[in-house]
């Protein structure tokens, strides 16, 4: 088997953020913290985050998935987005989803954002992201040897278990989001085909995020 590069991080960002989700708790003093760097791992700055008493993360800028040549920040910034929503923090953020009818679906497991642009109705469309969303809707989970998948975002559960080893250093490899030509082909239609991964401009996101266990029985999730 032949070893994938090592991921690569291409943007560091600084973020805001709160100790409380709610914005009227976060007017009293002593509830903003100090502006946060992420500029390594998402999953370990949104640790960090949590530990240092973060509930609500403010993105700095919004995310387009429409402009090819911010790619590389949007794949960071939604898998940034999976990981405080993993840790159930609030994140207040912006996107601007690729054209199409229900382009927001495949987005639809993440914290709710504040705005969803340039689709027909904004709106309505916000609407239904935050009445049908739920913690732990599309998810993957680390085993010895294998990662289990649970994805709902379409409605009804759908469970992956992936054992193979290229497949697998695949899904590391794309944690932060990472160039397509890193990935095989192969690898990659499998990914698309189940709407597990998506591709903006040259990069590929990872669509679930991970939990180090699950919220509720297993199969409830």
């Known amino acids: ?9 291409p943007y560091a960002f600084t973020v805001t953020a709160w100790r409380d989700h709610d914005e009227a708790a976060n007017e009293l003093p002593g509830m903003r913290l100090d502006p946060q760097d992420v500029d390594g791992r998402g999953d370990d700055a949104a640790r960090r ?19 090819e040549t911010d790619a590389a920040w949007a794949v960071r910034a939604l898998s940034f987005v999976g990981d405080l929503t993993s840790l159930a923090i609030a994140v207040d953020w912006q ?12 987005l639809s497991h993440l914290h709710p954002p504040t705005a969803v642009l340039g689709v027909p109705d904004p709106a309505g469309t916000l609407r239904r ?5 739920y913690i732990c809707k599309c998810i993957y989970r680390q085993g010895p040897g294998f990662v289990q998948v649970r994805d709902r975002r379409r409605g009804e ?7 193979e080893p ?21 690898i990659t239609d499998d990914f698309l085909q189940e709407e597990l991964a998506a591709r903006i401009g040259e990069f590929l996101w990872w669509a679930p995020y991970r939990v180090r266990r699950w919220s509720q029985a297993p199969r409830v999730i």
């Open 1 to 9: 088997m032949t070893a994938l590069p090592a991921p690569t991080l």
């Open 49 to 67: 985050l949590f530990d240092a008493g973060a509930r609500r993360v403010v993105l700095p800028r919004p995310v387009d998935l429409t402009d």
């Open 95 to 106: 996107v601007r989803p690729v054209p199409g009818p229900d382009a927001w679906i495949p």
């Open 129 to 133: 992201w935050r009445d049908s969303y």
């Open 157 to 163: 559960l759908r469970r992956f278990t992936i054992d």
């Open 166 to 186: 290229e497949y697998r250093a695949a899904i590391e490899l794309l944690a932060d989001g990472a160039p397509a030509v890193d990935v095989p082909t192969a």
